[in-house]
Nanobody, 122 residues
């Protein structure tokens, strides 16, 4: 059973940086489609960034100049580097994965981590 473990959340002041990591385990697939989503109270879960099954990267317009998604040194580890954080970036950030082709919506992913909280104060 594929499991995802996120790490790296926390509290920072506006303008600060955080790096989130997602490590999959319990799987034997060569390539995963993986992404980061976030959800704040009263809002729908939204895509932040993803590396699709064909290697293309998708980054939400609202963060594209501040966030970078990449693969870590460990196979299929997903990294989200967040800089110049804003209070509106505060949310629970979820790592998601899919073993087949995927898009950039929550419905495209079948596996989810527990989430990690990011708080940005002004």
């Amino acid at each position: 059973q594929l499991q995802l473990v996120e790490s790296g959340g926390g509290s920072v002041q506006a303008g600060g940086t955080l790096t989130l990591s997602c490590a999959p385990s319990g799987y034997s697939y060569n390539n995963l489609c993986m992404g980061w989503f976030r959800q704040s109270p009263g809002k729908e879960r939204e895509g932040v960034a993803a590396i699709l099954s064909d290697g293309r990267r998708r980054v939400a317009e609202s963060v594209k100049d501040r966030f970078t998604v990449s693969q870590g040194t460990t196979k299929n580890t997903l990294i989200l580097q967040m800089s110049n954080l804003k209070p509106e970036d505060s949310a629970i950030y979820y790592c998601a994965a899919e073993v087949t082709a995927c898009g950039f919506t929550p419905d495209d992913f079948g596996y989810w981590g527990q989430g990690t909280q990011v708080n940005v104060s002004s």
